[in-house]
Structures are given as structure tokens and as C-alpha cells.
Nanobody, 127 residues
């Protein structure tokens, strides 16, 4: 399984970005997939994830209503649409997939449950 994240950049507060993650060797109808972020000096945190087992979707409280996770099975792509960006969204964003087929988003919001990671893409939101 390989993942390649892209789409980060510098944007003003209130702006939008769409992160993309090209995947290979993984199908979105199994396991789980998600986006994580890590700001300087902070631990990596789950931003959004989808559990294929029960079809549930998780959003971290601070991004609810602003971020949307999606996938395109035909193109083997994973996306994170980010709107109304805030300076506190500044971080390196990572896409990840888990091969575990059981569990819900309570499990898959944790980085340790994932097997494969993209290289990260930097999002910087200026005030």
C-alpha cells in the first residue's frame, strides 16, 4: 500500500483548500481511512476518518461543519475539503489507511490503529 498526499499550501484565514491523497493497493470498501494533522510541538491528532465496517464517519470537534472527507474508489483517491480555515488549522496533514476491518471511529480516530501513511502536506493559515 502506498499513499501520496498533496494539496497543502499557504492560505489566508477564511480560505479553502482541498487535500488529495493518491492511494495504491487499498480499496475503500475495507478497513478505514482518515486524515491526521500534527502542529509544531503537538501530538498527531485525528481530523477525520471513515470506518468501512460500520460506515461511520468521525470529525474532530474543531473541524465539524468546515471539513469534509470523501473518497473516489474509481480514481483511488482520498480527499479532505477544508473550508473557513483558521490559523489553528496550521499543521502538517497526513492521510492514512488501516487494514483492520472491525471497529468504529472511536478506534480509528487513533493514529496507532493505522498501518500506512502518506508523507504529509503542510497547511499554513495566515491571520
Amino acid at each position: 500500500v502506498q499513499l501520496q498526499a498533496s494539496g497543502g499550501g499557504l492560505v489566508q484565514a477564511g480560505g479553502s483548500l482541498r487535500l488529495s491523497c493518491e492511494t495504491s493497493g487499498f480499496t475503500f470498501d475495507k478497513g478505514a481511512y482518515g486524515w491526521f494533522r500534527q502542529a509544531p510541538g503537538k501530538e498527531r491528532e485525528g481530523v477525520s476518518c471513515v470506518s468501512s465496517g460500520d460506515g461511520s464517519t468521525f470529525y474532530e470537534d474543531s473541524v465539524k461543519g468546515r471539513f469534509t472527507i470523501s473518497s473516489d474508489n474509481d480514481k483511488n483517491m482520498l480527499y479532505l475539503e477544508m473550508n473557513s480555515l483558521k490559523p489553528e488549522d496550521t499543521a502538517v496533514y497526513y492521510c492514512a489507511v488501516s487494514l483492520y476491518n472491525s471497529g468504529n471511529t472511536d478506534r480509528f480516530r487513533r493514529p496507532e490503529e493505522y498501518h500506512y501513511w502518506g508523507q504529509g502536506t503542510l497547511v499554513t493559515v495566515s491571520s
